[in-house]
């Protein structure tokens, strides 16, 4: 499934190729005045050049004709080098209408080299994949949001498909697991998450409410809890069932609050828990949720009281 453009992807060779010194000028200088043009500067000695290289090329790809990529063996073009300052390698530098745009040194990490790519692609006038890619994944949390669960599931895996290193796109197919009730697949494909956006918000808004929907499916009796607590108020593990039972039934604001209420009475009991369960709903919401917000500033109240 083609997310972007609906049809087949440009060919790998009109987008990348060798480059020399003789050829510079028309694959890079003129070639920018169309589309801009990324140049790995690179050596057949050098390590990291090894590791860059391909995640360029992936990245490159993966636009889909956004950019375009030239590589320079600088063992071969020292002219070229000397003229634009090289002086490490790898080097990878951005041409736009002619001119160097924007660049960096050095390996990067896969998630820096598709931000660097989309960036390069938006300041030149173009759309990003990545912007293409984040609407996609809106329209399917908006299914998420209306209840469509396994449509939102398959937009989610082809966004994958296209990027699968789109954190929000995996943090929402798991989410469409939690909510189609399929908790196994849900963490199985948690567990899988690349370790580039493994720590990413979206990715632990996931862990957050996957580890919230298997709290629900032991979730107590809101009422017996409720009148427990009632009649027992420093009944910790009771108020802290209610408050795992009230999130299972969808009150988050009224579980926040028993949870606020427990830590405001023992704070250490079992080992801090309900400041954890606190976090681990927040982390779920987010971040400029008004349970979030309130909830914050009562327990940063509470603690630097």
């Known amino acids: 499934m083609d997310l972007l453009n609906g049809a087949d992807s440009p060919e790998a060779t009109d987008l990348i190729k060798d480059g020399t010194e003789a050829t510079f000028m028309a694959d890079v200088?003129?070639?920018?005045?169309?589309?801009?043009?990324?140049?790995?500067f690179w050596a057949p000695w050098c390590g990291p050049c090894k590791t860059l290289g391909p995640a360029l090329e992936e990245a490159v790809?993966?636009?889909?004709?956004?950019?375009k990529m030239v590589k320079i063996n600088v063992d071969e073009a020292q002219m070229i080098a000397g003229q634009l300052q090289v002086q490490s390698i790898p080097t990878v530098y951005a041409f736009h209408k002619g001119q160097p745009v924007d660049g960096f040194q050095g390996a990067l990490p896969g998630s820096e080299i598709k931000a660097f790519i989309d960036r390069v692609i938006e300041a030149t006038g173009g759309e990003s994949p990545g912007g293409q890619l984040d609407d996609a994944v809106q329209a399917a949390e908006d299914m998420l949001a209306e209840g469509a669960a396994v449509d939102a599931a398959?937009?989610?895996a082809a966004i994958l498909g296209e990027?699968?290193?789109?954190?929000?796109?995996?943090?929402?197919?798991?989410?469409?697991?939690?909510?189609?009730?399929d908790l196994d697949q849900a963490e199985a494909i948690l567990n899988g998450a690349p370790a580039d956006i493994s720590t990413s918000?979206?990715?632990?808004?996931?862990?957050a409410q996957l580890e919230l929907a298997k709290q629900a499916a032991d979730a107590g009796p809101v009422g017996e809890?409720?009148?427990?607590?009632?009649?027992?108020?420093?009944?910790?593990?009771?108020r802290f069932d209610l408050a795992q039972a009230l999130h299972a039934n969808g009150d988050v604001e009224e579980a926040v609050a028993q949870l606020l209420e427990l830590f405001r009475r023992d704070r250490?009991?079992?080992?801090?828990?309900?400041?954890?369960?606190?976090?681990?709903?927040?982390d779920a919401l987010k971040p400029n949720d008004p349970i979030v917000l309130n909830g914050r500033r009562k327990l940063s109240s509470m603690i630097f009281a």
């Open 225 to 238: 809890l409720t009148a427990t607590v009632e009649a027992e108020p420093d009944n910790h593990q009771a």
């Open 163 to 181: 990027d699968s290193n789109h954190a929000g796109a995996y943090g929402g197919l798991v989410r469409a697991h939690i909510a189609l009730g």
């Open 268 to 282: 250490e009991w079992d080992d801090g828990a309900a400041k954890t369960q606190l976090f681990t709903i927040f």
């Open 29 to 40: 200088i003129e070639a920018s005045q169309e589309a801009p043009i990324i140049v790995d």
């Open 201 to 207: 918000a979206e990715i632990e808004a996931a862990h």
């Open 154 to 156: 398959q937009t989610f």
């Open 61 to 67: 790809t993966a636009a889909n004709g956004a950019v």
